[in-house]
């Protein structure tokens, strides 16, 4: 949950909706929602003993409120000097953590598909998830898989059956009950998904250190993450250790919180900004520098999302300073020769994208066209898990067909996350009640 945060798009004045239900009416939840609504409509001290009794129960079955410290608010909204206007942005963000939407083509088919396998999963696993958003790429069959920051398993256990038997899927998490959490219901998924052998572990670590529990070098083809590095201080270890445990045409594929500029001290140091994935926010252009600096290819923007803050004394803390939440991936690509521009030719077939494959802000692939791609994307498709779902050739060889023929045009690759996403008011969150949690991505009004 982000109490102070928005990325627009839903009326901030909505709150009658909070007293719907979504999803189990008496989880601890849904009643902490429903009592804040309560609280704030009529301040009677019968329902701030409800409202208290609420989070109580939250705590108790330990829900995860993304950053909010429930039980400072319990105090405020006994004393009765907790503001109407923030108890209804409270209320009105425990709302849209069950009722975000995904609004994307591209992430409703991808929805389409995880959904099938999220069925299978535990609600001990759903209730703990504390993820931010739908950070899953494409190709994934036979793929090893590393999520740093795994939480319950929810995401792990969706890929263990996307990848495959003879896939594999590891989580680290520094939570140790998380871990425990997640290892609970390995044997369940194995049985549900027909499994002989189990194809996904968990580890109880720190991300800046996978050496310590025992990840070894170029063991992995894809690392995920979910708003999990702006948490850690020294990013550059954790980017620095992905590198070494990726196969050569290995890929991060990662969601996480950017500034437009550099963070003064009083934003880095400041305790509400920090649990909002705000106060460890990198500056957007370092991400280039720190990858590049390391060996990856320049970092390829996939979506964004503007963030906005709703309290006036957190507005005056941040000051010019602007924040967006955005997803990149970083290829890790063999040593070879210069690259040069190509024209290359989507096979199809993808699961989940047979017919089109949106690579990130720049290019989408549809089947049997021909685009013609600058010499890092061409490096990229031919050294990845992707190369065998193109026909690529250098430009001035015939390709075997033209259904459509794309130039790549003369305007710059997009690769600002604050340009794309003011680029246009239908870009959207890719969160959704029945993948995410509450943090990054998440449209709150």
């Known amino acids: 949950m982000r109490p102070f945060l928005s990325h627009g798009g839903r009326d901030a004045t909505s709150l009658p909706s909070a007293l719907m239900p979504f999803g189990p009416s008496d989880s601890p939840l849904s009643r902490l929602r429903r009592s804040l609504v309560e609280v704030m409509a009529t301040g009677t001290p019968d329902s701030q003993a409800r409202f208290g009794q609420s989070v109580k129960g939250l705590l108790t079955e330990k829900v995860n409120t993304c950053g909010t410290d429930v039980i400072a608010l319990t105090k405020q909204v006994l004393k009765g000097s907790r503001s109407s206007e923030l108890l209804g942005q409270a209320a009105r963000n425990m709302v849209l953590q069950e009722d975000a939407i995904l609004h994307s083509e ?72 998380q871990v425990e959490v997640a290892k609970k219901y ?6 549900k998904y027909g499994f002989q052998t189990p194809n996904v572990t968990f580890l109880h670590g720190y991300i800046e250190k996978l050496e310590e529990i025992g990840i070894k070098d170029e063991s992995y083809d894809i690392v995920i993450s979910n708003c999990v590095i702006n948490l850690v201080p020294d990013k550059q270890a954790v980017l620095q250790e992905v590198y070494r445990v990726l196969k050569h045409g290995g890929e991060l594929y990662f969601s996480d919180v950017y500034a437009s500029l550099e963070l003064p001290e009083e934003i880095r140091t400041h305790k509400i900004l920090w649990g909002e994935c705000l106060g460890g926010a990198l500056y957007w252009k370092d991400l280039a520098v720190l990858a590049q600096k390391i060996g990856f290819c320049p970092p390829r923007l996939v979506t964004a999302n503007l963030i906005t803050v709703q309290n006036k004394e957190l507005e005056r803390v941040i000051g010019d300073c602007r924040f967006v939440s955005a997803t990149f991936r970083l290829f890790k690509l063999p040593k070879t020769g210069p690259a040069e521009r190509c024209q290359v030719i989507y096979n199809g077939g993808i699961t989940g994208h047979e017919k089109e494959l949106i690579f990130d802000a720049n290019f989408t692939f549809k089947e049997g066209e021909i685009i013609e791609v600058d010499k890092e994307t061409a490096a990229i498709l031919k050294n990845s898990r992707f190369a ?56 709150y009004s």
């Open 186 to 191: 390995i044997e369940y998924h194995m049985e």
């Open 388 to 443: 065998k779902d193109f026909l690529i050739r250098p430009i001035g060889e015939t390709l075997p067909t033209c259904s459509g023929c794309s130039a790549l045009e003369s305007k710059g690759i997009i690769t600002d996350p604050f340009m794309l996403a003011g680029q246009s008011d239908s870009m959207k969150s890719r969160c959704s009640p029945d993948v995410a949690g509450g943090c990054c991505g998440i449209t």
């Open 106 to 177: 591209d992430s409703l088919r991808k929805m389409a598909i995880i959904t099938t396998h999220l069925q299978y999963q535990q609600e001990a696993i759903q209730k703990k998830y504390y993820g931010c958003g739908l950070v899953i790429p494409e190709c994934l069959e036979n793929c090893w898989i590393l999520d740093l920051g795994s939480g319950s398993g929810r995401d792990c256990y969706a890929l263990s059956q996307l990848v495959g038997e003879t896939g594999h899927v590891t989580g680290i998490d520094m939570t140790e009950s």
